[in-house]
């Protein structure tokens, strides 16, 4: 049972954290469906680690480029100068916030936010946010004609998805499809940006967690991490291929039947 629940947790991890339906929402909530205990903040970031390193290797080639900027072509090195300025702009603000958080009012997401009445409210706000967003028209923008301002502000967007149920993937694509991006670069600007803000959630809650290690299991572990990062490439690729094609409308109607199915069980 106990290698059966890591593996539940990494395949709700890997296919949640990256499509726009919240992950910490479903760790909680389809896990007490299922007769296990939530998996709480600690054993979600060590299982979010497979989540990190997934998008590394999904995106190792953009990241190699990001590293060996000096390239010959003009348009792609200023391409890729752009994009890391945008992605360093995006980040400030999830760092700030984030500190504040952890360091002045750490059990506030616990104690507030966490519940199941809570999720479900901002599930079904968040479906209404994406159907709007993905109505909206113009969409001409995208990683190369970009502006930081919209850099800023989708990264202030990804500073609300530490609150359980928003998504990070569901307001960053959102907020830059509201702002005109096209979808595939709208998509995959959100998975760039979110290279360092899961990766610095992650290492950080695995710092205050390590006194916790003690309490799992090391093979378990080990198994939930690969699940976790199998699924995270398979979803990445879905996601971005899905949405630049179709939009979010089946991510929406499955946050609105989400959110239902948490208040009847209530």
Known sequence: MEYLKFILYGLIQGLTEFIPVSSTAHLKIISLWLGFEDPGTSLSAIIQL????????????????????SSKNILDSFLIKRLSTSIFIGTIPIIFIGAFIKFFIPYFL????RSNFSIA????????????????????????????????????GQAFAIIPGVSRSGVTISLALLFGWERKDAAKFSF???????????????IFSLNQFSNFSFLPLVIGLTTTFLSSLLAIDFLIKYISKRGMKIFIYYRIIFGILILLNL
Not at 129 to 154: A, E, G, P
Request: net charge positive; aromatic share 18%.
């Open 192 to 206: 760039l940006l979110g290279i360092p803000a899961i990766s610095l959630a992650a290492i950080v809650q695995l």
């Open 121 to 156: 409210i901002i599930s079904i706000l968040m479906a209404f946010f994406m159907y709007f967003s993905d109505n909206s028209r113009n969409k001409y923008i995208n990683l190369r004609n970009h502006n930081y301002l919209d850099s800023l502000l989708i990264g202030l």
């Open 50 to 69: 497979g989540s990190v390193f997934a998008i590394f290797w999904y995106f190792r080639n953009d990241i190699f480029f990001f590293k060996n900027s």
């Open 110 to 113: 616990d104690n507030n936010l």
